[in-house]
T-cell receptor, first 113, second 112 residues
Framework: GDSVTQMEGPVTLSEEAFLTINCTYT??????LFWYVQYPGEGLQLLLKATKADDKGSNKGFEATYRKETTSFHLEKGSVQVSDSAVYFCALSDQGGGFKTIFGAGTRLFVKA | DADVTQTPRNRITKTGKRIMLECSQTKGHDRMYWYRQDPGLGLRLIYY???????NKGEISDGYSVSRQAQAKFSLSLESAIPNQTALYFC???????????FGEGSRLTVL
């Protein structure tokens, strides 16, 4: 079945550092890919998405490119801020999976001032 | 007001008690979901509903039941709560075409 694997955390960075959170997926069809973010005490909210190969999703300085050849959707940001401290979830939604959304385990990011 | 509202936000109960978590939405979406979040396990799907007459089991439905009372309301029940059902529960909605999920703020359940 479909699955999502993302790097374990926590990830601790200093402010203005470069961020990469790796995400790879397994899917039977051609899934849409998502990154969600969960700030402390809140529900998840969509950060960015990509619906087909080579698409790049971007939002709030974050970006991720849908790489079908490597089945990856790595999240990057050039300069993190303290306010980016949160848990980040990679996810996919696939017609073959009945359009249910499958989540990775989440990666907690701490950004130090 | 939030588009997806969950009640209660926090609940402590004892083993064997019946618990209901309620979710209501003003998004106008047909699709509603219940997920469970545990540390290190991400979110796992419990049940989902693609319209009022449609209920489907997710990957971890044992010990849970749901009711879709209306397009806007989807409740999750634990008939006889047990300690390993202690978790953070999220309701979510989406529109028809596998798009973005919209989450409530979560219901933290502790079973003693």
């Amino acid at each position: 079945g479909d699955s999502v694997t993302q790097m374990e955390g926590p990830v601790t960075l200093s402010e203005e550092a470069f961020l990469t959170i790796n995400c790879t997926y397994t899917a039977t069809g051609y899934p849409s890919l998502f990154w969600y973010v969960q700030y402390p005490g809140e529900g998840l909210q969509l950060l960015l998405k990509a619906t087909k190969a080579d698409d790049k999703g971007s939002n709030k300085g974050f970006e991720a490119t849908y790489r079908k050849e490597t089945t990856s959707f790595h999240l990057e940001k050039g300069s993190v801020q303290v306010s980016d401290s949160a848990v980040y979830f990679c996810a996919l939604s696939d017609q073959g999976g009945g359009f249910k959304t499958i989540f990775g385990a989440g990666t907690r990011l701490f950004v130090k001032a | 007001d939030a588009d997806v509202t969950q009640t209660p936000r926090n609940r402590i109960t004892k083993t064997g008690k019946r618990i209901m978590l309620e979710c209501s939405q003003t998004k106008g979406h047909d699709r509603m979901y219940w997920y469970r979040q545990d540390p290190g396990l991400g979110l796992r799907l419990i049940y989902y509903s693609f319209d009022v007459k449609d209920i489907n089991k997710g990957e971890i439905s044992d010990g849970y039941s749901v009711s879709r009372q209306a397009q806007a309301k989807f409740s999750l029940s634990l008939e006889s709560a047990i300690p390993n059902q202690t978790a953070l529960y999220f309701c979510a909605t989406s529109d028809l075409f596998a798009g973005e999920l919209f989450f409530g703020e979560g219901s933290r359940l502790t079973v003693l």
